[in-house]
């Protein structure tokens, strides 16, 4: 069955969160990947994204400067809290569900499910740092960002997916 096109959302630097020029992205109703972590995986897999974990996510605000993050939910639902606790906004994320954040777009689990389950993982060749918006750190984290380079392909629906024309476009 096709996706529906997913939504995007853009959120402004605080100072502390930076956030990013490039949307963050969202797909619902994602079959691959509700209610079977090894398939989510093997989805990512396949569209170049790595480093796989299975977990939740985090409670506190926090954004990685050195890599961009796809996060597929397998099982449960959250309310996730993306763009920091200044621009942020909520957001319910629920089994099929794959939320992809550019580097930099702060992120937060607000409330969540006994089941939730999410598999985290990043493009191929990136590897994650851990921020909390520490403004002392603001322009490093910007500087790291800029570095970033795009993803080789979508993680959900591959080298022609819409996240490529998105964050092409900026």
């Not at 959302?9 to 502390?16: N, V």
């Not at 957001?91 to 569900?97: I, N, Q, S």
Request: net charge negative; proline share 8%.
């Amino acid at each position: 069955m096709p996706l529906d096109p997913p939504h995007t959302r853009r959120f402004d630097d605080d100072g502390s969160i930076p956030n990013s020029e490039l949307p963050v992205v969202i797909y619902h109703g994602v079959d691959e990947v509700a209610g079977d972590a090894a398939a989510c995986e093997a989805l990512f897999d396949s569209n170049s994204w790595w480093r796989f974990w299975r977990d939740g996510i985090y409670s506190f605000h926090h954004f990685h400067s050195t890599a961009h993050e796809a996060l597929g939910v397998v099982a449960g639902r959250a309310e996730v809290v993306l763009g920091g606790p200044v621009n942020g906004e909520r957001f319910e994320l629920e089994a099929g569900d794959v939320a992809i954040l550019p580097a930099g777009t702060g992120h937060c689990n607000v409330g969540s499910s006994g089941d939730f389950l999410v598999v985290g993982a990043y493009p191929v060749g990136q590897d994650w740092d851990l921020r909390r918006g520490d403004p002392a750190e603001h322009d490093e984290a910007v500087a790291n960002i800029g570095r970033v380079p795009l993803p080789a392909a979508d993680p959900v629906r591959g080298p022609q997916g819409p996240l490529m024309e998105l964050w092409r476009s900026g």
